[in-house]
């Protein structure tokens, strides 16, 4: 069973919006740090924004100021949402769920397309 499961990627034009979301199966966000990370084709995976279960929350440069990340521990859900889309924000955008203190995990999703048209 996969841990994380994204939805919400697709088609949108230069300038609009999405909103990601990213839900959990199991207990796996209590004392991890929840993120979206993001690979271009070619590119290296890079972070976009990360958030702690405390709530500290970290923007990417690529997109901050574009982009708003949010958890709700007892709905088991992450989301991004992401505004002023530009074409090379085109990327498969994955969640991703890592606890560094005992015991330690970190899962993956499967990713999700964004493509952002001109």
């Known amino acids: 069973q996969v841990p994380l499961v994204e939805s919400g990627g697709g088609l949108v034009q230069a300038g609009g919006s999405l909103s990601l979301s990213c839900a959990a199966s199991?207990?796996?966000?209590?004392?991890?740090?929840m993120g979206w990370y993001r690979q271009a084709p070619g590119k290296q995976r890079e972070m976009v924004a990360t958030?702690?279960?405390?709530?500290?929350?970290r923007y990417g440069d690529s997109m901050k100021g574009r982009v708003t990340i949010s958890a709700d521990n007892a709905k088991k859900t992450s989301t991004l949402i992401m505004n002023g889309l530009k074409p090379e924000d085109t990327a498969v955008y994955y969640c991703n769920v890592k606890r560094l203190l005992t015991p330690r995990y970190e899962y993956w999703g499967q990713g999700t397309q964004v493509t952002v048209s001109s």
């Open positions: 199991g207990n796996i966000f209590s004392g991890a740090v």
């Open positions: 958030i702690t279960s405390g709530g500290t929350i």
